[in-house]
């Protein structure tokens, strides 16, 4: 299958200072990106889908400042946690696909703890 | 709830049967998937199977499906320490990628 790469795997960051994850689609061009996070022992939750040039669409109860997503090349997102919180810390996980429709490739999660 | 749940982890001696266990909500879900994520990995689409079927068997794997109970099972015959993973459930109702809701995944550790 494709391969997403996701970066970093593990950050940990004080309170209040922001954090960027990425993710990279390495082998295809990734016309849309999923942002998902989970909480321990809890279902993995859609945050986000952005499209490649477009707004991402959150889902609902998503803060849109607190989770910024920049999508603005067909082989990189970004997410910004902004003004980090204790209650911020959680698995980030993305997938790309080169459409809604067509199966998406996951990338390794990142794991934010903050402190 | 959670919409879809899954027990979280799964302990088996190499050789035998795995079988892990899903069960959803939404009486509407159409397609329902099994992912694995290995250490360091992300999530790689093992399987999956449409809602007007039964069973699907693939290699080791074998899918179980009960409609009526919502009820989704994965079965991975003599399974091996490689086996070893986060197994995650999934189900969508129309098969786009933001409209599968996932489990929490289930922890498989296969002994020697």
């Known amino acids: 299958g494709a391969v997403v790469s996701q970066h970093p795997s593990r950050v940990i960051c004080k309170s209040g200072t922001s954090v960027k994850i990425e993710c990279r689609s390495l082998d295809f061009q990734a016309t849309t990106m999923f942002w998902y996070r989970q909480f321990p022992k809890k279902s993995l939750m859609l945050m986000a889908t952005s499209n490649e040039g477009s707004k991402a669409t959150y889902e609902q109860g998503v803060e849109k400042d607190k989770f910024l997503i920049n999508h603005a090349s067909l082989t990189l997102s970004t997410l910004t946690v902004t003004s980090a919180h204790p209650e911020d810390s959680s698995f980030y996980i993305c997938s790309a696909s080169s459409g809604g429709w067509t199966e998406a490739f996951f990338g390794q999660g990142t794991r934010l703890t903050v402190v | 709830g959670e919409d879809v749940e899954q027990s979280l982890f799964l302990s088996v001696r190499e050789g035998d049967s795995s079988v892990i266990n899903c069960t959803y909500t939404?009486?509407?879900?159409?397609?329902l998937y099994w992912y694995k994520q290995e250490p360091g990995a992300g999530l790689q689409l093992l399987t999956y199977?449409?809602?007007?079927?039964d069973m699907k068997q693939d290699q080791r794997l074998t899918v179980l499906l009960n409609k009526k109970d919502k009820h989704l099972s994965l079965r991975i015959a003599d399974t091996q320490t490689g086996d070893s993973a986060i197994y995650f459930c999934a189900e969508s109702i129309h098969g786009g990628n933001n409209d599968m809701r996932f489990g929490a995944g289930t922890r498989l550790t296969v002994k020697p």
């Open positions: 939404d009486s509407s879900s159409t397609y």
């Open positions: 199977i449409f809602s007007n079927m």
